[in-house]
């Protein structure tokens, strides 16, 4: 308890009294360092032992000080230029971020611009697509173009190089779209060489591997082999006949040895799609 009162009897000397006995100091050093240019012996002596130390401390401490302001100076001048960096480095990734993005656009606008030339007999509207349903590939998905831009049920959606799918319902600026890889889809296709039809058929599981399947092919002269291209056929009342849905993959003789069968790898990317062609032209009968 004693050691606890002595320290709080301590008094503190105030800092403005230590800095006036300092500068009373440095004057008294002064006067004595001038004193020795004039004094000889031993007030001399004593002065070398005295004054030029002190003179010397001096003198580090304003070096050491200027170097210490200096330094300080040039590390704000750093952290100005470093945040300078920043701001340039993050102008850039966006510009950058930017640039592949049109990139990207402008390779898919190509490719649809190819695709609207290619079916150039078929009346199109551009849409981007707005969402879709839960996954990792576009079975059924929305756009941003309904009835008041003129789509219909039934109308057909291309992309890439061929067959997207079918709108299925359409709201005033919306659509819904159903892809040919969705589970409920069905086409009546032909091959494009020997107009040998079959019926392809969506399934999520199968395009997994990349490929949706294709049923009921008569190939009575065995012409038909993979790499073959196969399209939308002309008895299909909902599709219009000649859009591209892909290339047979595999073929192998069914059962009752009157068809065949196999799997074909679509021309359309159902993992990446962001603008389609609906084609405005329809059938007149359903299906």
């Known amino acids: 308890m004693a050691r606890k009162r002595s320290n709080r009897n301590k008094t503190n000397i105030p800092s403005k009294y230590i800095l006036l006995a300092l500068s009373i100091l440095c004057v008294i050093m ?6 020795t ?11 070398g ?42 102008d850039l990734t966006i510009k950058m971020n930017d640039l592949t993005t049109d990139k990207y656009e402008l390779a898919e606008l190509r490719q649809l611009l190819a695709l609207d030339e ?26 941003d173009k309904g009835s008041n831009d003129g789509i219909k049920v039934n109308m057909n959606v291309m992309a890439g ?13 919306w659509a819904t779209v159903r892809s040919i890889i969705d589970d409920d889809s069905n086409i009546s296709a032909m091959v494009l060489n020997t107009s040998d039809t079959m019926i ?20 009575e002269d065995n012409e038909v082999s993979p790499g073959d291209q196969i399209v939308t056929s002309q008895i299909s009342n909902k599709y219009l006949p000649g ?3 892909g290339y047979i993959k595999e073929i192998s ?15 359309v990317d159902f993992e990446h799609l962001d603008i389609v062609l609906v084609v405005t032209q329809m059938k007149q009968t359903k299906e």
């Open 30 to 35: 002064m006067v004595l360092s001038y004193a």
């Open 253 to 267: 003789d069914d059962s009752n040895n009157l068809t065949k069968s196999g799997y074909i790898t679509p021309v």
């Open 49 to 90: 032992y005295t004054v030029i130390p002190f003179q010397k401390a001096i003198s580090y401490a304003g070096s050491w000080l200027f170097g210490r302001s200096r330094s300080l100076k040039e590390l704000e001048e750093l952290r100005a230029e470093n945040e300078e960096l920043r701001e340039t480095v993050k």
């Open 200 to 219: 392809v058929s969506g399934g999520l599981e199968m395009y997994s591997n990349g490929t949706i399947r294709f049923s009921d092919l008569q190939d």
């Open 118 to 143: 290619r079916y150039s007999d078929y009346p199109t509207v551009g849409a981007r697509v707005i969402g879709k349903d839960a996954g990792n590939w576009y079975s059924t998905f929305l756009i």
């Open 37 to 47: 240019d004039i004094m000889s012996g031993p007030p001399q002596a004593v002065a």
């Open 243 to 245: 859009i591209s849905i």
């Open 161 to 173: 190089a061929g067959l997207v799918g079918i709108v299925t319902s359409v709201g005033p600026n």
